[in-house]
């Protein structure tokens, strides 16, 4: 086979991958705030089922949750093609992790601009949205970036349930042809990339994020 | 004589085991400035954190310009406060903390903005005038749009001054605003404080290291010691003829280093 028609091979299953990240991210960071907070500042029964999300989805394989979702779930009547599994199973498992992003960044922000907040009398909703967590964000960034890598690289067990995404076509095309060396070189250059893409737009935000932040000493 | 503007009864404040007021008692008059010194661990700032609603008590009362500040009456008898009792009580109070607290992700002028626009509804243009008045009064008016993490620690905490101010508190705390700074920034910051109290007339509470700022300044000095006032009087008193041995303990060992 020719490595022209490889690569646009793979190319499609890289598009795929595309977009079950850009579905799988958005999700995952709602999972990461919603939860992250409820665990925070929620009275104690939403703690309870928020520890229960968090330590089941990071205490198990993301794999098995994968199949759970895909080929057990229509055993209990609920059935949903592979693409929203996939989506799914990967949002709520990075989701998890990036709970504890949340949460750390928050309680990372100094103890005094909560009581600089309190004494401006800021409501409790103004004193998070307003002073606490525009500082948050920017601590939560570089650890939220690898979560995103993760996930990028966690799509390639969306193969596994029949979806056609960078890892699948590699793995036919490298069953049919047997050019494996091309094929998975390819392959690696391709994640590569994408981690490299997300990674360049997560800087970014960084930078937008910390304006003010960051420069100079530690208390102000 | 009117009633006090600050009282404390009874008042009990734990943290753990550790005691720090066990029956507490205290009053300020509308207008006093008063300093409180001592040696740390004695509850001083404690008394302007409760004041400020940082933290509870645990047992008396505490009345702040005439209403009660960790409780309200509810059906006949007087329960722990609510958010929106505490909220409305915070309104006579202000704060200027020990390591300035600026909003870092804010300007200079967004830090002395956001309260009176978010909290008390003034209008963006009324926030930024008395911002700029604000900002001229501590001497920084050429600092409005730079960032706190720009700026030295005396012009921090003259931000600080100038953000408590511009939410026009009757109860000014000041909680040991100079310890944090270098020597040679001290005096541009209690300048601030001087010139504030000589245009206009303010409630102060100041918890101090500064022995010659609070002689200068205060109407009344209360000496700290173990969660109870061991002497308190006119500075000039307090400061040349102490009466107990703890204050001239206390006082002997700062006028040693200085």
């Not at chain 2, 066990?22 to 004695?42: A, H, L, M, R, T």
Request: charged content about 20%.
């Amino acid at each position: 086979m020719e490595f022209g028609e490889i690569v646009s091979v793979l190319l499609q299953g890289a598009i795929v991958t595309i977009k079950i990240v850009a579905m799988a991210l958005p999700l995952a960071t709602i999972m990461a705030f919603v939860f992250g907070l409820v665990r925070l500042y929620a009275p104690a029964p939403f703690k309870q089922v928020a520890i229960v999300y968090i330590e089941f989805f990071r205490g198990t394989s993301a794999l098995i949750q994968l199949y759970w979702i895909y080929f057990v779930l229509p055993f209990f009547g609920i059935t949903i093609d592979a693409m929203t599994a996939a989506v799914v199973a990967l949002g709520l498992n990075i989701g998890s992790y990036g709970t504890e992003v949340v949460r750390g960044a928050i309680q990372a922000v100094p103890k005094g601009q909560y009581e600089a907040s309190v004494a401006l009398n800021f409501t409790a909703s103004q004193r998070l949205w307003r002073v606490i967590m525009p500082q948050a964000l920017v601590n939560m960034i570089p650890p939220f970036g690898n979560l995103a890598i993760e996930l990028v690289k966690a799509t390639s067990l969306v193969s596994l349930i029949t979806i056609g995404d960078l890892t699948f076509k590699a793995k036919s095309l490298a069953d049919t042809t047997l050019q494996v060396g091309e094929i998975f070189g390819v392959v690696l250059v391709f994640y590569f990339v994408m981690a490299q893409v997300l990674m360049l737009f997560i800087k970014r935000l960084e930078k937008y994020l910390s304006k003010g932040l960051g420069r100079g000493g530690f208390s102000s | 004589m009117s009633a006090p503007i600050i009282e404390f009864k009874n008042v009990k404040k734990c943290f753990g085991d550790t005691v720090i007021f066990s029956d507490f008692n205290f009053k300020v008059e509308e207008n006093e400035i008063v300093s409180i010194i001592g040696p740390s661990g004695s509850g001083k700032s404690t008394l302007l954190r409760i004041l400020m609603t940082l933290e509870g008590i645990d047992g008396g009362y505490i009345n702040v310009a005439g209403e009660s500040l960790w409780h309200m009456p509810w059906q006949g008898q007087y329960v722990p406060a609510n958010s929106k009792h505490l909220h409305k009580m915070r309104n006579h109070l202000g704060m200027v903390f020990q390591h300035f607290n600026l909003f870092p992700h804010m300007t200079v002028k967004r830090n002395i903005t956001e309260a009176p626009m978010r909290v008390k509804g003034v209008s963006r243009q009324d926030a930024e005038e008395l911002a700029e008045k604000l900002l001229a009064l501590v001497g920084l008016a050429d600092k409005a749009d730079s960032y706190p993490n720009d700026l030295s620690g005396g012009q921090k905490q003259r931000v600080g001054i100038a953000r408590a101010l511009a939410m026009k508190p009757s109860i000014l705390l000041l909680d040991e605003i100079t310890s944090a700074l270098d020597p040679e920034l001290v005096d541009e910051v209690l300048d601030v404080i001087r010139n504030l109290v000589k245009e206009e007339s303010f409630t102060m509470l100041l918890v101090t290291h500064e022995m010659y700022f609070a002689r200068e300044i205060s109407d009344r000095v209360c000496f700290f010691d173990k969660g109870a006032i061991v002497e308190e009087g006119e500075p000039e008193i307090i400061f040349t003829a102490p009466k107990e041995e703890r204050t001239k303990a206390f006082l002997n060992a700062y006028i040693g280093q200085s």
